[in-house]
Structures are given as structure tokens and as C-alpha cells.
């Protein structure tokens, strides 16, 4: 169980290996890391739940400080840093933030085990 952490200003908050399994990050504080999650696999056997992640975009309809949509912590061009460091140079450029753009609009494109279903909308006091 990883709880109660803060991952600050990182060039990766979190690295999880494919080999990881049953482990349950909740209750973290995700800030200014360039990726918070990243791995080296397609599947994942670990949960995320109730943790704040500064690059969260969603809302709270419902004012109970709970995200409503599901946050995506990995994202592909993580995926692709992973596999491929070189890629690396690519950051902050433009293909990169188009990479992020349609990865909001199909997000298929990362595996969906990688989700936090509860993203918290305020940061944790620890």
C-alpha cells in the first residue's frame, strides 16, 4: 500500500514496473512531475484511488471533492519515453502536445487498467 505521499517535481513521480502487482497507490499528492506514471508493460494488476494529480482536468459536479471523470496518470508519450528514451527531445514540442490533445479525445490510447476512477479535485493534506 502506497499512501499519503507527495511526489514533487519529478522527472517521473512514479515508475511501475510490468511485474508489479497488488499494490494500491491512494491518498497522494501528484505535483509538477513531467510524467506521473509511467511503466514499462501494457497491463497492470495495481490500483489508483483518491489521489490529487495537478495535470487533472475534470470537474465536480457534485461539490464532494471527488473528480467525476476518471483521470489517466500515464500517458502515451510516457509510453513511448519508456521504450524509446531518445524521444525524449521530442518534449515540449509541438507534436508532443498534439500527442496530448488527441490522447484526450480517443484515450483509448493508453491502457485503460492506468486509471484513477476517484481523482481527488483539491490536494491532500498529508
Known amino acids: 500500500k502506497i499512501e499519503k505521499n507527495e511526489f514533487r517535481a519529478n522527472g517521473w513521480g512514479m515508475k511501475i514496473q510490468a511485474n508489479c502487482m497488488d499494490n494500491t497507490i491512494e491518498h497522494n499528492n501528484f505535483l509538477g512531475n513531467t510524467f506521473d506514471i509511467s511503466t514499462n508493460g501494457t497491463l497492470t494488476l495495481n490500483t489508483f484511488n483518491e489521489n490529487y494529480w ?19 496518470p500515464l500517458s502515451l508519450y510516457s509510453a513511448i519515453v519508456e ?17 496530448d490533445k488527441s490522447e484526450k479525445v480517443l484515450p483509448s490510447l493508453t491502457p485503460e487498467n492506468f486509471i484513477d476512477l ?8 498529508l
Open 54 to 72: 495537478d495535470k487533472y482536468e475534470g470537474y465536480d459536479l457534485n461539490k464532494d471533492n471527488i473528480g467525476d471523470v476518471p483521470y489517466h
Open 83 to 99: 521504450r524509446n528514451p531518445p524521444a525524449m527531445l521530442l518534449y515540449r514540442s509541438f507534436i508532443v502536445t498534439l500527442l
Open 118 to 125: 476517484k481523482p481527488r479535485m483539491q490536494s491532500i493534506k
